[in-house]
């Protein structure tokens, strides 16, 4: 048996191959691989035995792309994750940490949801941002471009609530029901509770639940001084009781379409200048295959 750590050079502080080191502890003898280096994950996979243990080290941003680099590649080997990254929603949302050490994954990387964008298709961990969540994560690639400092999406919240984001009109479908939303902060679709490096947007989504639903939380309505008041709350999901203005539904097949273009996160990666997207659970993902084979037919 071999464990092989996979680390992304640019997660957290971007202290790339030292990220390994505190696996040292758990593991006498690991052999590091970065992430940049692997092209094919099939190739990979099929090149290390099934009793290997392959464990990704870095952020949610990591798991994104482990997710869709091997989507439809059934692994057999033991899968871990130890946080290493900035903001590590996926492991806030289990409640883990990193001296917690690596912990094992695979059933959270079954029958995840899907996201389809500007003709793209994604599978996803944790949440797709839309809205001021998908504005500080493009504003945060800025400054990780300019700085090696940890950046605070905290504060990039703050001061684009007060100044810089500019609210949208949405149109939102629902499992086939349309809602109509004016000046919307945010319209994200979570498949776990946490995004933004710790805020508990969806406290009552649950990713391994049976029927695997999503939940779209929208806030909307709300002037710049009350968002600014309730923020605080959204840290531990206590934001959801005003629902003058907070309104979340559950469902598995979801449509947001913006009145302008805006910033989108897929588990901290960021698309700019986005009109829509469409979520959809593997529950819909299937029935949506299943339609179009027959039409094909």
């Known amino acids: 048996m071999k464990y092989y750590a996979l680390f992304n050079p640019y997660s957290g502080k971007c202290e790339g191959e030292l990220s390994v080191k505190p696996l040292e502890k758990f593991f006498p003898e690991i052999e590091a691989i ?21 464990i990704i080290c870095g952020g949610d941003g990591t798991l994104n792309r482990f997710i869709n680099q091997t989507d439809n590649l059934e692994i057999k080997n033991e899968i871990l994750y130890f946080p290493a990254g900035s903001g590590n929603d996926f492991a806030n949302d289990l409640g883990k940490k990193a001296e917690d050490g690596p912990f ?38 800025e400054q990780k471009k300019k700085s090696k400092k940890a950046v605070n999406y905290t504060t990039i919240a703050i001061k684009g609530l007060l100044f810089f984001y500019k609210r949208t009109n949405a149109i939102v479908t629902v499992d086939g029901k349309e809602y109509s939303y004016k000046k919307v902060w945010f319209a994200p679709t979570m498949h776990g ?14 990713r391994l639940n049976k029927d695997r639903s999503l ?14 008041m309730i ?13 003058d203005i907070i309104t979340v539904h559950t469902g598995h097949d979801i449509t947001v379409k913006f009145d302008k273009p805006t910033a989108l996160q897929i588990d901290g990666e960021t698309i ?26």
Request: aromatic share 12%; net charge neutral; proline share 2%.
């Open 104 to 141: 094992k994954i695979n059933e959270y990387l079954k029958d995840l949801p899907y996201v389809y964008v500007k003709g793209n298709k994604y599978r996803f961990l944790n949440g797709i941002g839309y809205g001021i969540d998908g504005y500080c994560c493009e504003v945060g690639d």
């Open 231 to 243: 923020f605080p709350t959204i840290f531990k999901g206590e934001h959801i009781k005003h629902t």
């Open 215 to 228: 939940s779209l939380v929208v806030l909307n309505k709300s002037s710049k001084l009350r968002t600014l």
């Open 34 to 54: 970065n992430v940049t280096d692997i092209s094919d994950y099939k190739d990979f996979i099929g090149k290390i035995n099934e009793d290997d243990v392959v």
């Open 193 to 206: 509770r946490f995004f933004g490096g710790g805020m508990m947007c969806a406290p009552n989504q649950d």
């Open 272 to 297: 700019k200048n986005v009109t829509e997207y469409t979520a959809r659970s593997v529950v819909a993902e299937k029935k949506a295959d299943a339609v179009c084979l027959a039409e094909s037919k």
